[in-house]
């Protein structure tokens, strides 16, 4: 199983970027995906997830009209849509399914 993510790094608050996750390895089109990050010295937290076929999407309180998860299956890929970033969004963002997770990638948002 593999999980990679791209489309991290650095923003001004306020900005957006847009995180992908290719997995491959496993029935990407069968599983629920989520999202988690994780900001220095604190707990890795759920960000987002969505079942496996879209209907689905729950989000955390801190990104609720802000940040959208989405999926393509046919690419086995996994988005999320970030906007009007935060300071506070600042951590490490993972990919995670199946008990798998990617390796991480970093979102920096300051000024």
């Known amino acids: 199983v593999q999980l990679v993510e791209s489309g991290g790094g650095w923003v001004q608050p306020g900005g957006s970027l847009r995180l992908s996750c290719v997995g491959s390895g496993f029935t990407f089109r069968g599983s629920s995906m989520s999202w988690f990050r994780q900001a220095p010295g604190k707990e890795r937290e759920l960000v987002a997830i969505?079942?496996?076929?879209?209907?689905?999407?729950n989000y955390a309180d801190s990104v609720k009209g802000r940040f959208t998860i989405s999926r393509d299956n046919a690419k086995n890929t996994l988005y999320l849509q970030m906007n009007s970033l935060k300071p506070e969004d600042t951590a490490v963002y993972y990919c995670?399914?199946?008990?798998?997770w990617g390796q991480g990638i970093q979102v920096t948002v300051s000024s």
């Open positions: 969505i079942s496996s076929l879209g209907g689905t999407r």
């Open positions: 995670y399914a199946n008990t798998y």
